[in-house]
């Protein structure tokens, strides 16, 4: 009996003991569970260097990159290779492993990891800007294209993305793999015609067509908006009698609807146009901010704009992109009401110069609206923003504007 009691207590004493190193263990293994994870989340590099092993390999992987960070390419590379060998998939360390391989003067060996790298995704930003320059050095279209792509759609390496699509519309080669990536309908489409409205360079114009034109001839929609985009960036450049040819036949405008100023004179298609549709320079385009306030009216004559009399004077309300040759130029308009209390009047505005040029009122000092007399330079005016303004008048009075004409 005593025996057994002895055993018993024995047995006791070593499960107590099992259990005890086996609670120190487990906690340890949460404790450092909870260092890697500060270790990875803080990138403190102390800390990184006390956790960092195979155990915990986003910890080691992070330290990896900062040991070649800081050029020890061997304790970088020993270091990444002891993480791969446990995670076979960890895409940072086989960077580090291939970068630091590489500078080493293993070139061979290092691209073959970086590739290996490549293959296990896309969400790597180092890598895939080396697989980008690997491709573009072997000259590799399509790799770049679909590297950039995958950049791209992480919104990384702005700048050099935009870059790589603005090459890419100007070389064939390149083109071609680019639109397949546009075709897919990538989440970087708006942006990259974004950055045609705002920053393509005068010396891609006829690439930009290319594009257009090589779209269409393979049946891929091109929306109006991404149309406009280059449209506009063509009058930013000074481009005008360009700009109008493309949104002419990009939208079935017929050749004698040109031969007169401005466009859609009784403001019929203006007046049918949705707020949210996308317009171009050479339609009239009405202020947003007044929707609701200045509204569109039938009549017997055709349609017309009707302008109420509370808006604040200085206020653009409608404008047009014209392209009038040098000389005198007269606009005469229909006016219900009366023009000398009419609450608004025009301006002519050179482009690109952005010189407002003098007006000559035909009829009468207070008549601003239904005629006036204007005169266009040979130099700095290639284009003319007509614009129908908001006067400030103490009698001012509702009006309503039909058949702008310019001659």
């Not at 990444?80 to 060996?109: F, I």
């Not at 309908?185 to 045609?196: I, K, M, N, S, T």
């Not at 146009?273 to 306030?293: C, E, K, M």
Request: charged residues 20%; hydrophobic residues 45%; aromatic residues 6%.
């Amino acid at each position: 009996m005593p025996d057994t009691q002895v055993g018993g207590r024995s047995h006791m004493v070593v499960r107590a003991i099992v259990a005890g190193v086996l609670g120190t263990w487990l906690i340890w293994q949460i404790v450092a569970a909870g260092l890697a994870g500060l270790a990875t989340r803080s990138r403190d590099a102390r800390l990184l260097a006390a956790i960092a092993s195979p155990s915990h390999p986003q910890a080691a992987s992070l330290f990896a990159q900062s040991l070649f960070a800081a050029g020890d390419d061997a304790a970088a590379a020993r270091l990444a290779r002891s993480v791969v060998l446990v995670d076979p998939t960890n895409d940072q360390a086989l960077r580090v492993l291939g970068l630091a391989t590489e500078r080493k003067g293993e070139k061979e060996r290092g691209a073959s990891i970086m590739r290996q790298a490549a293959m296990l995704g896309w969400r790597d930003t180092p890598t895939q800007l080396w697989v980008l320059r690997d491709a573009a050095l072997r000259n590799d279209a399509v790799m770049v294209i679909q590297r950039a792509d995958a950049l791209a759609r992480r919104n990384r390496s702005g700048n050099l993305t935009r870059a790589i699509f603005f090459a890419a519309i100007t070389d064939p080669s390149l083109r071609a793999a680019f639109i397949d990536s546009l075709a897919r309908q990538p989440v970087w489409r708006g942006f990259f015609f974004a950055d045609v409205r705002e920053r393509l360079p005068a010396s891609s114009m006829n690439a930009m067509e290319a594009l257009f034109r090589e779209m269409r001839a393979r049946h891929l929609p091109v929306d109006p908006s991404e149309r406009l985009n280059y449209i506009y960036r063509l009058v930013d450049l000074g481009q005008f009698g360009r700009a109008r040819n493309i949104w002419a036949g990009s939208f079935g405008i017929l050749a004698n609807r040109l031969t007169t100023a401005p466009y859609d004179a009784d403001f019929a298609l203006a007046a049918v146009r949705s707020a949210d549709s996308p317009v171009s320079p050479f339609d009239w385009q009405i202020n947003p901010d007044l929707t609701g306030t200045v509204t569109f009216s039938d009549g017997p004559a055709g349609s017309s704009l009707a302008i109420p009399a509370s808006i604040i004077g200085g206020t653009t309300i409608a404008s047009q992109l014209l392209i009038l040759t040098p000389g005198r130029h007269d606009l005469s308009a229909r006016i219900g009401g009366s023009a000398g209390t009419a609450t608004a009047g025009w301006s002519i505005t050179c482009l690109p110069s952005k010189i407002e040029l003098p007006r000559r009122l035909l009829h009468g000092s207070d008549d601003e609206l239904s005629s006036v007399s204007f005169d266009v330079p040979a130099q700095g005016c290639g284009g003319q923003r007509l614009a129908l303004v908001a006067r400030d008048r103490l009698d001012a009075q509702p009006v309503t504007i039909a058949n702008v004409v310019v001659r």
